[in-house]
């Protein structure tokens, strides 16, 4: 795709209204038309114009265009999408110009294609504008559309339905789309037929939604492991006890804290993890050691003790 922007391209501001659009247009294929301009330099610029105009005057690509910049627009659009069902042979043929590969000229040359008769239609790869006698040939599937969604924490871990509003090429829309349980970021949701519409009676491309999982002030993702900090007394890593786990599906676990435990151990709690296919990955309990803050006599008699017997 042309480096300037195709406003720039066709001289035209940005606010520019269709009618501006078409002068714009009109003016500068007379100027660069190959019946009338046969140089290398000027057969580029034609290339450029008619590309330009071709997504300016279709108000959907216009506002797509407007919506994602160039750069965003190159990555949604090939070069198939932005000439599909446009006829520039009857528009050159308005303004007395040759439109069909009429004086020798072969249109399918100027905009890559196969030739005429080459077998290229309008499918990717081999892009014809005007086809065999100006008619497009076979059905084009659409592009998909590429968006990114983000979903919290207990979604990705029980599953469940989105709504989610769209801007597609068909305008705003609210959709559906179901989470499955235990997803995890950078997976991609599929939701079929709702991409660009295709050529033709070709079928419509699909929207791909790539998934960004939430962070979690408690519990954080690993693979399909989740790791957890739990609060332990002093006197319970120092002498053993127990723990109070509470795990992403709402339920409390006890777990053992053996005698002498370290603060930053990790206590793994098995298939209690995210969810996978054929069960579960494991959860990890680190201790994290609650040392009190304030201590009445008594208490600190016996701890200024310990520190006497050298502990």
Excluded: C, W
Aim: charged share 30%.
């Amino acid at each position: 795709m042309p480096a300037n922007s195709y406003y720039d391209i066709l001289g035209v501001a940005r606010d520019a209204s269709a009618d501006e659009i078409k002068k714009a247009f009109r003016k500068l294929a007379m100027q660069y038309h190959p019946d009338r301009n046969s140089s290398k330099e000027a057969e580029d610029k034609f290339k450029e114009v008619n590309e330009a105009y071709a997504v300016l005057s279709d108000p959907e690509k216009r506002r797509q265009y407007d919506m994602f910049g160039a750069e965003g627009f190159q990555q949604r659009f090939d070069r198939d999408d932005i000439f599909r069902n446009f006829d520039f042979g009857s528009i050159f043929e308005e303004m007395g110009l040759g439109g069909r590969g009429r004086g020798g000229f072969d249109f399918s040359s100027i905009f890559g294609g196969r030739g005429r008769g080459g077998g290229g239609g309008a499918r990717r790869g081999g892009f014809n504008p005007f086809g065999q006698g100006g008619a497009p040939q076979g059905p084009v599937a659409g592009r998909d559309i590429e968006m990114e969604v983000t979903v919290g924490f207990h979604e990705a871990y029980h599953g469940g339905e989105r709504s989610l509003d769209i801007s597609g090429p068909d305008g705003p829309e609210t959709i559906s789309v179901k989470i499955p349980r235990g997803i995890k970021s950078g997976q991609t949701l599929r939701v079929r037929g709702k991409g660009h519409p295709g050529g033709h009676g070709g079928p419509r491309g699909d929207l791909r939604l790539k998934v960004s999982v939430a962070d979690h002030p408690r519990y954080k993702v690993t693979g399909h492991d989740i790791e957890m900090d739990v609060e332990v007394a002093l006197t319970d890593v120092v002498l053993g006890g127990t723990a109070t786990v509470e795990t992403p599906d709402g339920q409390e676990h006890s777990v053992r804290i053996p005698a002498g435990t370290q603060a930053g151990t990790r206590i793994r709690m098995r298939d209690m993890g995210m969810p996978m296919k054929g069960g579960h990955g494991d959860l990890f309990a680190r201790v994290v050691v609650r040392t009190p803050k304030e201590l009445d006599a008594e208490q600190r008699g016996h701890f200024e003790a310990l520190r006497a017997s050298g502990l």
